[in-house]
C-alpha cells in the first residue's frame, strides 16, 4: 500500500508551458484567442477556439503534434519515475484537459505512472473536432465556490482525495503546483500564506499573455524543487485535523478467497462495460459527454463512480457532497459484500428489465437500484451504531427517489425495484435474494405495536405493482404476488396470491404451484388460465 500520495498539478509543474496558451501559440490563433477572451469563461473559450481551429481546417492531428512539442523537462520523467518506483501514488488535479494531458503524458511514456487524472473532460467528435467541456457543470450544478472559475474547484477535488487516502491508510500527503492559486484556500489548507484566490489564475494568464505579446518573450517561470519534496514530504504534507473521519467499521462475515475473487472478476468485467458504453454515449451525444466523463469515465472504479453519483444525487445544504461520497466510498470499499449486492442488482435490472439498454443507463438513472445502494450504506451505519447519520441518509433516499426503505430493513443481493415510485419497506422486513419489486409496494406492519412486525419475502419471489404485505407474514420462496393484492398471512412457497384479500390460486387446500422463479422470470400473468374468478 502506497504511504505517500503525490498530487501534481499539469501546466507549469509537468511541463514548463501552460498547454492551452501553448496549442493557441502554436496553431497561430492567439489573436482571435484574445479577442474572445473578455466574452467567456476560459474553458468555455478553449472549446470555442478549438471550433474556430476547426472551421479554418485545423484537425485534431495537428493539435496533436503540437502537444508533443509542449517542453518537459527531463528531470520531470526522472522524478516521476523515480516517485512512482518508490510506491508512491501519483495523481493529477488540472485545469487543463483530458485530450491535452493523455497526449503528452502518453508521448513521453508516462500516462501509466498515475492512478488518476482529474481534469476537464474532452473527446474527438465524429467529425474530428476537438470538444472540451468543464469538469463541474456550472450550467446545471455550480461547484458552490466563488473563489474559482465555474468549470472547476480544485479545492473540492483536494478535499476529496485528502479525505480518501486517510481511509485507505496512506498518511502523507504532497501536493506540487506553479505557484499562488493552485487550487481554492477555502477547500484546503493552502501550501503557504498569502496564496490569492484560484480564479485570479485565469486572469494572470491574460496579464502574462498581454505581456508576452509586448515583449515578444515568454514569462521565466521558476519550478518546485520535485525531487526535495520527495525526499522530505514531512515539510509539504498537509494538515489531516480537520478532515472528515469514519469509524473502522467491524469485519464482514468471511466469504471464501475463491468467492472473492470471482465477484471481483466479474465487477472488473462490468466495470470496464460500463465505460465502453459511457464512451460510446458520449460519442454519440455530445451534449452528455461532461456529464458522462465526470460520473463514469474519470473514475478507477465502479465503487468510486457509484459513491460519486450517489453523493451528488443526495446532497443537501446540509449533507454535502463531499461528505457523502467519503461516506459511500469508505462503505463500498471496505465491506466486499456491499460491492458483490452492486454488480447482482446491476445484472438484476439489465436482465429482468426490457427497457433497460445498457448497465450505465441502469447506473445513471434506475432511481430504483440508486436506492437501493444507499440503502445498503444506511443499512451498514444502523448495524454500527451510527443510527443519526443512518436516519438521515434515509430521509434523503425518500426525498430523492421516492423509496422508503427504513436503514434497519435487511435486503439481499439481486434486487430490482422497478420503477420504485412510493416503495415502502418497514424497519422488521426482510428481503431475500433475486427479488423482484414494482411500484407502489408496501412491506408494513399492523398496529402500532413495536417488535419484529414486517414481512419476511423470500427468495426469488416476485411481488406485483400495488401491492400491500402487512405484518410479520412468510412469503415462500419463489411466490408470486399478484398486483394490487393485499396480503395478510403466509403465502406457501411457489404458489401464487391474488385480489384483496389475497387468495391463493388453485385453492387453499392444493394450490398450483410453478416450477419457474418468478423474480427472475418477471412472469405476472401465467396464472390467469387458472383463476376461475378473473372476469371480464
Known amino acids: 500500500m502506497a504511504r505517500v500520495v503525490v498530487v501534481f498539478d499539469f501546466d507549469k509543474t509537468i511541463i514548463d508551458c501552460d498547454s492551452d496558451n501553448w496549442v493557441v501559440d502554436e496553431l497561430g490563433a492567439t489573436e482571435l484567442f484574445n479577442q474572445l477572451l473578455p466574452t467567456m469563461p476560459w474553458n468555455s473559450l478553449m472549446d470555442r477556439t478549438m471550433k474556430e481551429l476547426h472551421s479554418q481546417g485545423k484537425t485534431f492531428e495537428e493539435i496533436t503534434a503540437s502537444l508533443k512539442r509542449a517542453p518537459l523537462h527531463s528531470q520531470i520523467i526522472t522524478a516521476i519515475k523515480s516517485a512512482h518506483s518508490l510506491g508512491c501514488d501519483l495523481r493529477i488535479v488540472s485545469d487543463a484537459n483530458l485530450f491535452f494531458i493523455e497526449t503528452i503524458l502518453k508521448h513521453h511514456g508516462l500516462i501509466d505512472y498515475f492512478s488518476e487524472i482529474n481534469t476537464n473532460p474532452s473527446l474527438v467528435d465524429e467529425d474530428g473536432k476537438l470538444r472540451i467541456f468543464p469538469y463541474h457543470d456550472f450550467t446545471c450544478a455550480p461547484h458552490g465556490c466563488d473563489l474559482c472559475p465555474p468549470n472547476m474547484c480544485k479545492g473540492i477535488i483536494m478535499e476529496r482525495i485528502r479525505s480518501s487516502i486517510l481511509k485507505e491508510g496512506k498518511k502523507q500527503f504532497i501536493y506540487l503546483g506553479d505557484g499562488n492559486g493552485d487550487y481554492c484556500p477555502s477547500r484546503c489548507q493552502p501550501l503557504a500564506a498569502g496564496q490569492s484566490k484560484g480564479r485570479q489564475r485565469k486572469k494572470r494568464k491574460e496579464e502574462r499573455r498581454k505581456k ?87 473514475h478507477s472504479s465502479l465503487e468510486r463512480s457509484l459513491s460519486f453519483h450517489l453523493g451528488n444525487k443526495l446532497c443537501s445544504s446540509t449533507l454535502l457532497s463531499t461528505l457523502l461520497y467519503d461516506l459511500f466510498l469508505h462503505s463500498f470499499s471496505s465491506d466486499a459484500s456491499l460491492r458483490s449486492a452492486v454488480v447482482a442488482d446491476l445484472r438484476a435490472a439489465r436482465l429482468r428489465d426490457p427497457a433497460c439498454i445498457s448497465y450505465s443507463h441502469c447506473l445513471l438513472n434506475y432511481k430504483g437500484f440508486l436506492a437501493c445502494q444507499a440503502h445498503r450504506v444506511a443499512h451498514k451505519l444502523w448495524t454500527e451504531a451510527r443510527r443519526p447519520l443512518a ?137 390467469i388460465s387458472e383463476w376461475s374468478d378473473y372476469i371480464i
Do not use: C
Not at 222 to 229: A, F, V, Y
Not at 239 to 256: I, Q, V
Not at 458 to 487: C, F, P, R, Y
Open 212 to 298: 508576452e505579446k509586448g515583449t515578444g518573450k515568454k514569462e521565466a517561470k521558476t519550478r518546485p524543487s520535485i525531487i526535495s519534496n520527495l525526499q522530505r514530504p514531512t515539510e509539504s504534507t498537509m494538515p489531516a485535523g480537520e478532515l472528515l473521519s469514519y469509524p473502522s467499521t467491524s469485519p464482514p462475515s468471511h466469504p471464501t478467497l475463491s468467492s472473492i475473487e470471482s465477484d471481483e472478476n466479474e465487477s472488473s468485467w462490468l466495470w470496464s462495460q460500463i465505460k465502453a458504453e459511457a464512451h460510446g454515449d458520449a460519442e454519440s451525444e455530445p451534449a452528455l459527454a461532461s456529464y458522462l466523463y465526470s460520473t463514469i469515465l474519470s
Open 391 to 527: 436516519l438521515a441518509l434515509h430521509s434523503r433516499i425518500s426525498d430523492v427517489f421516492a423509496v422508503d426503505i427504513h436503514p434497519a430493513a435487511k435486503i439481499g443481493k439481486g434486487i430490482l425495484f422497478d420503477h420504485a415510485t412510493g416503495v415502502v419497506v418497514g424497519e422488521t422486513a426482510v428481503i431475500g435474494n433475486n427479488v423482484s419489486i414494482l411500484h407502489h409496494v408496501t412491506l408494513g406492519g399492523t398496529g402500532k405495536m413495536g417488535g419484529d412486525r414486517h414481512p419476511k419475502i423470500g427468495d426469488g419471489v416476485l411481488i406485483g405493482a400495488g401491492a400491500t404485505i402487512l405484518g410479520n407474514v412468510k412469503i415462500g420462496e419463489g411466490a408470486k404476488i399478484g398486483a394490487g393484492s393485499v396480503v395478510l398471512i403466509d403465502v406457501p412457497p411457489r404458489t401464487t396470491a391474488v385480489g384483496n384479500p389475497a387468495r391463493l390460486v388453485g385453492g387453499k387446500e392444493k394450490p398450483s404451484r410453478h416450477e419457474d422463479v418468478p423474480g427472475e422470470s418477471m412472469d405476472h400473468t401465467s396464472f
